[in-house]
């Protein structure tokens, strides 16, 4: 699942997820397919149609990508979603457990989070998935979550955010904005979440 003027949690052409930023591929920020306003929940059927996609229907897809799991979330992505409360990474998590952390990201993203949020019907407001992110599956021990930086800038990230937009809406350039809020961002420049106040000029 990541983010050229888009942001997403995943390698360029495939699903953007926390926020993303033109020219810069991960995911995080994607120019979103449909506005993150509003975005809820969608059903299991929903999440399959865009897992056989993104990693043709593999929940527990490993390729070396740097993407993971059926719905292939970057670990910045499955982090800011809450996703190391079940597992490390993605692909070593449950079906259901993906799924649950999808919700979230569709929540904090909009479907723009993932390249084939078009070809699953995947949209904001949908019916909830019918999952047990909680029940057996996998066991793996999970890491302590790590929650992104609030900051303290001029400028507060809204769902939809990309650093491309928010830089070509103020004259600046996204690499600029990221050097500038690093300590805010983090490590990968795809990823900013709703919420975190970056300075912008």
């Known amino acids: 699942m990541l983010f050229s003027g888009k942001g997403r949690h995943r390698r360029t052409g495939k699903a953007a997820r926390i926020a993303t930023v033109t020219g810069v591929a991960g995911a995080a920020v994607a120019i979103p397919l449909v506005s993150a306003t509003g975005a809820q929940a969608a059903s299991v059927d929903t999440w399959e149609k865009v897992a056989q996609c993104e990693s043709s229907g593999n929940w527990q897809a490993n390729t070396g990508n740097g993407y993971y799991g059926g719905l292939q979330f970057n670990n910045s992505s499955w982090a800011a979603a809450g996703g190391t409360k079940y597992a490390p990474r993605a692909d ?14 569709l929540k904090m993203q909009g479907p723009g989070a993932w390249s084939c949020a078009g070809a699953g019907g995947l949209t904001s407001g949908g019916p909830a998935a019918d999952v047990n992110p909680d029940g057996g599956g996998n066991k793996a021990q999970p890491q302590q979550e790590s929650a992104p930086e609030k900051g303290h800038g001029n400028y507060t990230v809204k769902p939809g955010d990309t650093l491309g937009k928010i830089a070509d809406a103020h004259g600046t350039t996204w690499k600029q904005l990221y050097t500038d809020n690093k300590s805010t961002i983090g490590g990968d420049a795809d990823l900013i979440v709703p919420g975190q106040k970056l300075q912008v000029g």
């Open 92 to 105: 070593l998590a449950t079906k259901d457990q993906q799924i649950a952390v999808a919700e979230k990201l």
